[in-house]
């Protein structure tokens, strides 16, 4: 009640300063979570938005928007000064955007971690919103051309985006957008404080509310899903290919989700893996064979295999990536190598954890994005702690799709896919445009 | 249960951030040095072993350095583990070393002992994938050449502003193909001596141990003469300034690379100007940051790098991105300007601690994550001077006196040979 009590009376205080700006905000107290301290020294806080559009366009905007606020400065410090400020205190913002969440997420030594509360609620409390600093925030944060660098995090960056935010824009024209950021409706902390409240209070304190929830516009329909077929992007100018094959899964159940990670990891994610060692190691054709796991929402997942190569060699990798990915979805898979790859996550899930708030927010949005006053619990952390390697051998089949639903992108070089490699689905793409235009119009002919 | 959960999941990892004390260690037969560096808060140990030679020595092919970085890898894996490696190699070339990083438990200081030693040795391994590796440092030079293009911007305005493709510039693209097995063996033969080399042992390990471990595993090596850092006396052209188009469809962006070359007096090494200079450039960042970023709204984001040699010889590198409509002239001339007006309001004593503390939170923040923790003690030491770790950083930023900040400053924006890069974005 308290919370509540406070906030009305800012919101009458507040609204006349932003008529013009779209107020993002909760429409009720938020739910409040608070989760095992970090063991790295640190604090942190994650405040959690509702996206209100979730067109590419409008997510953007919000992002670049939300990055402008918190640069904007307060009531008594200019940006500069509120950035040094931070930056003498140890002091860090970051954003990150959910499936229908944006957050922002603090993080502080625990020793200033009072204070670095009161400054992000200086932040935000304050009106000022620079649409300088709107839009040059707006070009850092624009999506890359995977084709000017390919790098394979680049194209999984493009097709999460693409798969989380279907819809390209709805017209709006996002130019001399402005934004006032309220009360969120999630709020996620790690303190060793054991009643955080009047932490929370500090951060959130003068907020405005909504009046009325509003539904997200542009949600899609059921998860999206990636074309099969293949992309390609030729370039004369070099003879390096990227080669990515990758799928959107979903999964039933934590425990394939944890299967389909663990096999995942074997095929690609180190040098103890099976592309570094015939790929790498036996071909001698490529230096970065990789596979990524890249979770998406709660249970889906873009699952990727990746090499670039001399383009001439192409062909013969991509079938190599082929074999190797049946072969070990068929079963044929090395004990000590799955162990390694699980010790492996494991300890990786437990680094990230103790240390990585956003990404620990991030699991915990994806189990409970209405919040939860009850225990938590992640069921797929226990599914990875208590996974069976024999069954996920075993479970190959299960766990990942067949390789002929991937969708393969081919960046760079010259040698385009054979005819019959063309007759599942195909796009060419010039260097110049968006891998979106190609899983649009490949999607669109296969629905 | 969750919390349950996450009390499991915690055992392993740091439970507080100190300061770290570099110790120099004894009975290290011929090395060039080592350190221990103790901390307990990690339950790890890391062995580094820092080869005092880097791309800036690379003989007449460049790459020959990186080349052999991945030879002696996969050799001294090979050599001791003769089995399915179970764990990811970690090698890098930098400009002025070669560093290897061998990190396990404390119980597995053996086994890192002996990986780390037998990178002295000769590579050996099947002659066929010795030649081969080649194919691979191509493919990986090609990648880095095109996922980052900052890297060959760079390089080209490091070529206009040395006047070389050798040393502190190079010409990796077109030397690629010309990489040989020979040159790579010799250069190991020459670099790879105890003499050019340094061991930084850090983590869970008890002093005392460390310098055991050190005497039995380096003990019986041989000093010999560390071969001569002949690159440190080239330098640019005096009042040289060179600006040179380009236009690539490699770009994001429309990019302006500013690179300037400054000379600072040393007695000995540049270990005494190491305070100053991490000081001095906060203090230059921050002032540029405040003008072109934060009053000003013509430039979309500027990055810069500094390289201090051992010499004294420094190499500014700075990235700016006009925001559109801005033409690359008017982006220099506002950068230019801004640089030869930055000290008219000199910093104050309040300004320069500042800086310090600024410093002081990068370290504190550095020593919480173990990959930034070497990091950090990689940095000065691969000049072959005492590494610097978290904890000592704070000291020597102490230390420091505010005349001896203003007066790098001063020589930071004085005038100096240049050279600029305008590249344009295609497509």
């Excluded at chain 1, 949005?365 to 225990?375: K, N, Q, R, V, W």
């Excluded at chain 2, 340094?198 to 019986?220: R, T």
């Excluded at chain 2, 610097?388 to 005349?403: C, K, N, Q, V």
Aim: glycine residues 4%; negative net charge.
């Amino acid at each position: 009640m308290l919370l509540r009590a406070l906030t009305l009376l800012t919101v009458s205080l507040l609204l006349p300063l932003m008529a013009r700006a779209e107020l993002i905000a909760g429409s009720s107290d938020p739910k409040i979570a608070q989760l095992t301290p970090m063991r790295n020294g640190l604090s942190a806080i994650t405040l959690v938005w509702a996206i209100p559009d979730l067109a590419m366009n409008r997510v953007l905007s919000l992002n670049a928007g939300l990055s402008t606020a918190i640069s904007s400065g307060t009531a008594e410090m200019s940006a500069f000064e509120a950035e040094t400020y931070r930056e003498v205190n140890g002091i860090s913002l970051g954003i990150s955007t959910q499936p229908t969440d944006i957050a922002l997420t603090l993080t502080a030594p625990h020793a200033a971690f009072p204070d670095a509360l009161a400054h992000l609620n200086a932040l935000l409390v304050n009106p000022a919103f620079s649409q300088d600093w709107y839009k040059r925030q707006s070009l850092l944060l624009a999506p890359v051309k995977v084709t000017k660098n390919r790098r394979p995090s680049h194209v999984i960056n493009v097709l999460a985006d693409y798969v989380r935010f279907p819809v390209a824009t709805d017209g709006t024209d996002t130019s001399q957008a402005d934004y006032v950021f309220g009360l969120p409706h999630q709020i996620i902390i790690r303190t060793q404080e054991r009643d955080p409240s009047p932490l929370i209070q500090t951060a959130i304190n003068g907020l405005p509310l909504r009046n009325a929830p509003v539904p997200s516009d542009h949600a899609p329909k059921e998860p999206a899903s990636l074309p099969k077929g293949i992309i390609f992007a030729p370039d004369s100018d070099g003879q390096e290919t990227l080669i990515i094959a990758v799928h959107h899964s979903l999964f039933d159940t934590p425990e394939q989700q944890v299967r389909a990670n663990l096999l995942m990891d074997y095929m690609g994610a180190n040098q103890g893996s099976e592309m570094f060692r015939i790929i790498r190691q036996e071909m001698r054709a490529a230096y970065d064979p990789a596979s990524v796991f890249r979770q998406t929402a709660r249970d889906h997942a873009l699952l990727a295999l990746s090499a670039t190569v001399s383009t001439p060699e192409w062909p013969a990798v991509l079938e190599t990536i082929r074999t190797i990915y049946e072969t070990t979805r068929a079963g044929d898979v090395g004990a000590q190598g799955l162990a390694n790859n699980h010790r492996r996550l494991l300890r990786g899930f437990e680094y990230k954890f103790a240390t990585n708030p956003s990404w620990s927010a991030m699991q915990f949005l994806f189990e409970y994005p209405d919040g939860t006053t009850g225990d938590v619990q992640i069921p797929l952390f226990s599914a990875l702690v208590k996974a069976k390697l024999d069954e996920v051998a075993k479970q190959g089949a299960d766990s990942l799709p067949p390789f002929s639903d991937y969708l393969i992108v081919l960046i760079g070089g010259t040698l385009p896919p054979s005819a019959e490699m063309q007759s599942d689905g195909y796009c060419e793409l010039s260097l110049s445009q968006p891998l979106r235009r190609c899983l649009e119009q490949m999607n669109a002919a296969q629905q | 249960m969750f919390r349950f959960l996450v009390a499991v999941f915690l055992t392993l990892l740091p439970l507080s951030v100190a300061a770290q004390e570099v110790i120099p260690l004894k009975n290290t037969g011929g090395l060039h040095s080592a350190y221990v560096v103790p901390r307990n808060d990690f339950n790890r140990v890391d062995v580094q072993v820092l080869v005092l030679s880097g791309s800036y020595d690379d003989p007449v092919v460049s790459g020959t350095a990186h080349f052999l970085e991945h030879l002696a890898a996969f050799s001294a894996d090979t050599y001791v583990l003769r089995q399915p490696r179970e764990r990811d190699l970690f090698a890098k070339t930098s400009a002025v070393a070669t560093i290897y990083t061998n990190s396990g438990h404390p119980a597995e200081i053996d086994r890192l002992m002996k990986l780390s030693r037998a990178l002295l040795d000769t590579p050996e391994l099947p002659e066929d994938f010795l030649q081969s590796e080649k194919n691979i440092v191509e493919r990986e030079t090609f990648l880095r050449e095109r996922q980052f293009p900052t890297r060959w911007l760079r390089r080209k305005a490091l070529q206009n502003l040395y006047g070389s493709t050798r040393g502190r510039a190079n010409d990796i693209i077109a030397d690629v193909p010309k990489l040989s097995l020979e040159a790579a063996l010799d250069f190991h033969a020459k670099h790879y001596v105890p003499s050019n080399i340094m061991l930084i042992i850090s983590g869970n390990i008890p002093p005392e141990l460390a310098e055991k471990k050190v005497a039995e595993y380096f003990g019986d090596t041989k000093a010999s003469e560390p071969p001569e850092k002949w690159w440190l006396n080239e330098k640019p052209a005096p009042g040289l300034r060179k600006i040179e188009r380009l236009s690539s469809n490699r770009l994001y962006d429309d990019t302006l690379v500013y690179s300037k070359f400054v000379q600072y007096p040393v007695e000995d090494t540049s270990i005494d100007l190491q305070g100053e200079f991490f000081i001095g450039v906060s203090i230059f960042e921050s002032r540029i940051r405040e003008a072109l970023i934060f009053n000003s709204f013509n430039i979309q984001s500027v990055n810069t790098s500094f390289f201090l040699a051992k010499n004294g010889d420094m190499e500014m590198v700075s990235f700016l991105v006009p925001m559109p409509g801005v033409s690359f002239e008017q982006a220099m001339e506002e950068f230019e300007s801004t640089i030869a007006t930055l000290l008219d309001t000199p910093p104050d004593a309040q300004e320069i601690e500042t800086a310090r503390k600024r410093n002081a939170a990068h370290a504190i923040s550095a020593a919480r994550r173990p990959d930034d923790f070497l990091s950090f003690l990689e940095n000065v030491g691969s000049d072959g001077l005492p590494p610097i770790s978290p904890g000592t950083y704070a000291e020597l930023i102490e230390s420091t006196s505010d005349a001896e900040v203003l007066g790098f400053l001063k020589s930071l924006i004085a005038p100096a040979p240049v050279s600029a890069i305008f590249a344009s974005k295609e497509g």
